[in-house]
């Protein structure tokens, strides 16, 4: 029955127009999915321990990610806060508090599973408004602001993992250089945060051999691509 309820819901996000958020019922429906999707990303191991349920469990995470992805398009900023927020709460323990190993891998695992579900966000460039907010989505969640207390690295990888995949379509729709009549300053400081997280990843991927597949495969990907599409400026 979830996995109904869950497909129908993505349905309806997805044929979402600006009307739809006039209205109360949708604003708490955006909510409710929220909250929903996120619950299933963090616990559905938990929900579903059987393993001769493993596939239908791995659908409901499939979904969720989806639904998470849907939410983006329509309030960023919203998505973009319940992820900093769930994830700084799994990185934020000190080891030196006294926490238990086993309490740090369970934190750990699940800011892990938080990351493999957002990488279906959509930023998007129509407006100014979803331009800065896709700007200032590339600043809140760069990889080097979270540091887990134990295997740090880990969660690391899984952002840069993660911003790649939300970056690489935009280098193939040439987004946001071919969207018409946006602002230059918030263009031009849109390119200046990209630089800036590719030169920040490519310095700390340089540091250690284990950082490179991660931190250069993505990036180094997108940056190949430069020309007239590139997301990046010399």
Request: with cysteine; charged share 20%; proline share 4%.
């Given at each position: 029955?979830?996995?109904?309820?869950?497909?129908?819901?993505?349905?309806?996000?997805?044929?979402?127009?600006?009307?739809f958020w006039?209205?109360?019922?949708?604003?708490?429906?955006?909510?409710?999915?929220?909250?929903?999707?996120?619950r299933w990303l963090l616990n559905a191991e938990e929900y579903v321990p059987h393993q001769e349920l493993a596939l239908v469990r791995q659908h409901v995470v499939l979904v969720s990610g989806r639904?998470?992805?849907?939410?983006?398009r329509i309030k960023l900023s919203d998505v973009c806060a319940a992820f900093v927020k769930k994830l700084e709460e799994r990185v934020s323990a000190r080891k030196d508090l006294g926490t238990r190993a086993a309490e740090h891998a369970t934190q750990r695992a699940q800011a892990l599973k938080l990351c493999a579900g957002m990488h279906g966000i959509v930023l998007g460039f129509?407006?100014?408004?979803?331009?800065?907010?896709?700007?200032?989505?590339?600043?809140?969640?760069?990889?080097?602001?979270?540091?887990?207390?134990?295997k740090k690295s880990q969660v690391h990888?899984?952002?840069?993992?993660?911003?790649?995949?939300?970056?690489?379509?935009?280098?193939?729709?040439n987004q946001p250089n071919s969207s018409s009549g946006l602002n230059p300053a918030l263009l031009a400081d849109w390119h200046t945060q990209v630089l800036r997280l590719k030169n920040d990843i490519g310095q700390w991927a340089n540091k250690h051999s284990k950082h490179i597949t991660v931190g250069w495969s993505g990036y180094g990907d997108i940056a190949s691509r430069r020309g007239g599409s590139s997301l990046f400026t010399d």
């Open positions: 029955m979830e996995i109904l309820f869950l497909e129908a819901a993505n349905q309806v996000l997805d044929e979402f127009v600006p009307d006039r209205e109360r019922h949708f604003q708490m429906f955006f909510e409710s999915m929220q909250h929903v999707s996120f639904i998470v992805g849907a939410l983006s129509d407006t100014d408004s979803q331009l800065e907010q896709s700007t200032r989505f590339l600043q809140i969640v760069h990889p080097l602001n979270y540091t887990a207390a134990v990888h899984a952002l840069c993992l993660m911003l790649t995949d939300i970056l690489t379509p935009l280098v193939r729709s």
